[in-house]
């Protein structure tokens, strides 16, 4: 009777023990979806290797910082009324009146090129942080823009003993982030006989000052070009047929919509340049004055005016 009791209770305990085996795996199977073992589930998707996972984990920290960034810049603009996503190439003037324009899209600027005078009327681009920051070895490969036709196609060797510099409007320092943009920035399209003393000095002390800007404040907005003041300019070139008209002056416009919108001018002669940066800093509205164009002209219309109208280079840190 004993020994029935025995036997009796091990059987017990055994269908429990079973009992309690098929719960746990019902419940771990509901736990790894579909109903499958965990068995099933690992040979469907294996197990990553540390390396895999912290990879993973980089991507997704990566994104998710960028996607917070892209919020943040975002929510500022809208706070200020000045959405950067409404507007393309807003660095861009308005259509030109009376000046003959052939527009040239490279893939980083744009020029408005004038067959009168050989020269650009204004380049214009953006310059994102990430532009400003290119590594790419500039190539001083000065050429000839295959775009234009053979009668108003300036070549390099046109400047050729003339005294002047080959001025870049776009400057090549920013565009190093890609090579193909590095070859455009040495178009003949994208430059002016310029000073040299000017070309190496001061105007090139504000395209360094413009990266440390874009650096800081995020995407600028940036247009220059040739300003002549006299109806029949100074002219050079080697060839008969190509006469490159020598520019009086030149102008820059700068824009920012960071998280305080600001812009300012700037109008240097075409000479060797001293004093201070602020010297030759003016107002929008003084730019557009002289060379007729409308900048910025996307913008909110009272937005427009009150950044157009201030000169304040002190905002800008200089």
């Not at 807003?90 to 009168?116: D, H, T």
């Not at 310059?127 to 823009?145: E, I, M, W």
Request: with cysteine.
């Amino acid at each position: 009777m004993i020994k029935q009791k025995k036997s009796t209770s091990i059987l017990i305990t055994c269908l429990l023990l079973i009992v309690a085996v098929i719960g746990m795996n019902y419940l771990w199977g509901c736990v790894n979806c579909d109903d499958k073992l965990p068995s099933e589930t690992t040979l469907e998707r294996p197990i990553e290797s540390s390396e895999e996972r912290n990879a993973l984990y980089a991507a997704q920290e990566t994104e998710a910082k960028e996607a917070a960034e892209a919020e943040l810049a975002n929510v500022e603009a809208q706070a200020n009324g000045l959405s950067q996503a409404v507007y393309e190439n807003l660095e861009q003037p308005a259509e030109l009146r009376n000046k003959q324009e052939m527009l040239l899209f490279k893939s980083q600027f744009i020029i408005s090129y004038n067959v009168g005078t050989l020269c650009p009327n204004y380049v214009c681009w953006s310059l994102t942080p990430n532009r400003a920051k290119g590594r790419v070895q500039r190539s001083n490969n000065f050429h000839a823009d295959d775009v234009m036709s053979e009668r108003c196609r300036v070549d390099f060797f046109d400047y050729n003993g003339s005294g002047y510099d080959r001025g870049h409007m776009c400057p090549a320092g920013d565009n190093k982030n890609t090579t193909k943009a590095m070859d455009e920035s040495f178009s003949m399209t994208n430059i002016c006989p310029q000073n040299h003393n000017l070309n190496t000095g001061a105007w090139n002390d504000l395209e360094m000052q413009c990266r440390d800007w874009a650096r800081n404040y995020g995407t600028l907005y940036i247009c220059c070009g040739p300003i002549y003041d006299s109806k029949n300019p100074k002219t050079i070139g080697r060839r008969n047929k190509m006469k490159i008209a020598v520019p009086d002056r030149f102008f820059k416009v700068v824009l920012t919509l960071g998280r305080v919108p600001k812009a300012i001018g700037f109008i240097y002669p075409n000479r060797a340049c001293g004093g201070d940066m602020r010297d030759y800093a003016v107002s929008v509205d003084k730019v557009e004055e002289v060379t007729g164009y409308d900048f910025f002209y996307q913008l909110d219309d009272k937005k427009e005016k009150e950044l157009e109208r201030v000169c304040n280079p002190s905002a800008w840190g200089i």
